[in-house]
T-cell receptor
Framework: DAKTTQPPSMDCAEGRAANLPCNHS???????VYWYRQIHSQGPQYIIH???NNETNEMASLIITEDRKSSTLILPHATLRDTAVYYC?????????????FGSGTQLTVLP | EAQVTQNPRYLITVTGKKLTVTCSQN?????MSWYRQDPGLGLRQIYY???????DKGDVPEGYKVSRKEKRNFPLILESPSPNQTSLYFC????????????FGEGSRLTVL
């Protein structure tokens, strides 16, 4: 069973905030939420991750609900270069972790 | 500049002709991994390595080999390529075994005729 659920596609106007939702209702207490993006067949790029507190870096903000069952990635001022597939991943920090498992993600299209 | 470098970026080959896709990282990362990406199937892990001389199978290892003789290099070997190995391949690395942040290469697009 998939650990995360994301809408397959979204549009956003250039210059506006892009809010990408992710449901992870079965998340465990020791699992983090990661976000990556992949721009047209390039290698995926790490964006941000968090456990339960909201996080912000130079690329984006991550808002995690209090019950941790869902989260939202916010790109505050989307540009055309933000058009990409965005992956929400749930994974525990572990010294024996094998991989990050990528689902199908959300295709974000930023419109001029 | 911190990076993961793959070569070749593009390759067309024929069935049965052995080939190697190289992967090198300059960040002294312990963890390295290979993924393949196919339409409708997403990213699937082929092999991974937790450190030098430590490798293990991922979800789709059949038809592939890897080695980790040096920390920086993690080549992917196709001993006898077949058309079903036509795919986009990505190498990735992480500073530690917890895989907190994966750094990906730019990808190698392989076509097997």
């Amino acid at each position: 069973d998939a650990k995360t659920t994301q809408p397959p596609s979204m549009d956003c106007a250039e210059g506006r905030a892009a809010n990408l939702p992710c449901n992870h209702s079965t998340i465990s207490g020791n699992e983090y939420v990661y976000w990556y993006r992949q721009i047209h067949s390039q290698g995926p790029q790490y964006i941000i991750h968090g456990l339960k507190n909201n996080e912000t870096n130079e690329m984006a903000s991550l808002i995690i609900t209090e019950d941790r069952k869902s989260s939202t990635l916010i790109l505050p001022h989307a540009t055309l270069r933000d058009t990409a597939v965005y992956y929400c991943i749930v994974q525990a920090f572990s010294g024996s972790a094998r991989q990050l498992t990528f689902g199908s993600g959300t295709q974000l299209t930023v419109l001029p | 500049e911190a990076q993961v470098t793959q070569n070749p970026r593009y390759l067309i080959t024929v069935t049965g002709k052995k080939l190697t896709v190289t992967c090198s990282q300059n960040m002294n990362h312990e963890y390295m991994s290979w993924y393949r990406q196919d339409p409708g199937l997403g990213l699937r892990q082929i092999y991974y390595s937790m450190n030098v001389e430590v490798t293990d199978k991922g979800d789709v290892p059949e038809g592939y080999k890897v080695s980790r003789k040096e920390k920086r290099n993690f080549p992917l070997i196709l001993e006898s390529p077949s058309p079903n190995q036509t795919s986009l391949y990505f190498c990735a690395s992480s500073a530690d075994r917890a895989i907190r942040e994966l750094f990906f290469g730019e990808g190698s697009r392989l076509t097997v005729l």
